[in-house]
């Protein structure tokens, strides 16, 4: 069974190199703007370059969500769009990946250099596309009508390559959340039949499937991993209380530090900050930041000047500790950009 660390203490592998890498002290912030519409860019990725993938979901239920990519200089989308096509993915080099159609039973998987590959592979099924590689590899999910419930097919394509399935020992329901330029991709799986906390988190490499273990062996997700394969999720601990964990060499970690509040890690760099959400003890959702120094933070405490705004949620963190999230400016819903600030 892989070593559990204890909430507050440290596994071998963080001591001697985690100062090589020291997480930003403070941060500024931004927003990243609106469309044309005004309905707010929402950031789902971001890479070492500064890149950032974000979605414009529509200000009604008729409108449609369209996705943008903003490159080198933060600026308002105009003249940015990739189309009409949703992103969720974003490589290092500028491939993006999402979901094109025209309504609910109508989205299929598309990628910039596939194009709407999901229409050609899975004509008859809804198809998403989750994540994507320098290389091309797009990983994603296709949902089957299984009669009285809907099945979830973890899927990997390259160019010139059939759709591939991800099939774990265990079976069942499987749902793609990530893929490296290593060619790492990290999935859900939850048996036929089984709730989710029966879901087991898995990392496929090289071809093999490696477990990855929630606390005390019980329910765990996976939702994002870096470059070097370092693998974030949540896991519910003994008292059933979901905590964020980082995955690395068979090592699952608790990031909870031993407090009372529920937490979800959704990005991760190879300097092992880590980022994403929780809820603090007045029921407020909040931002967190966490690293081998400082332990889990409220980003908050870290911006500069965060007059107006309320920090919910950080959805990646890249290798220079740039950071995107969501949150509230002045009561509205609004992307934003945390850079760094020189020490």
Known sequence: MPALVQPGSRHPFFAGDSSSFPAPRAYTLAHLGSHVDGSPLRPVALNDNGDIAACAFGLAPEDPSRGFCLTGTLRVPAGV????????????????AGVTGEGPRELRAWASHLG???????????????GVNAHGLVVGNVLFDAGEFTLSRAFFVAPGTPARFLVPPQGGTTFTTGVNDAGDIIFNATPLGSGPDETQAWCMRQGAYTPIPGFNGAHSWATALSPKGLVVGHARDAAGTTRAFLW???????????????????????????????????????????????????????????????IEEAVAVNASGTIVGHGLYRGQPRGYLLTPLAS
């Open 116 to 130: 709407t590959f999901g229409e050609r592979h899975w004509p008859d099924s809804v198809s998403i596309a989750r």
């Open 248 to 310: 690395q060499d068979g090592h699952t970690t608790d990031l909870s530090m031993g407090g009372a509040c529920t937490s979800e890690a959704l990005g991760v760099n190879d300097n092992r900050t880590v980022v994403g959400r929780l809820i603090d003890s007045a029921g407020e959702r909040r931002a967190f930041r966490w690293t081998p120094e400082d332990g889990l933070v409220r980003l908050e405490d870290l911006i500069d000047d965060r007059t107006d705004w309320h």
């Open 81 to 96: 769009a990739t189309g009409q096509a949703p992103l969720f993915g974003l490589s290092s080099n500028g491939l993006m």
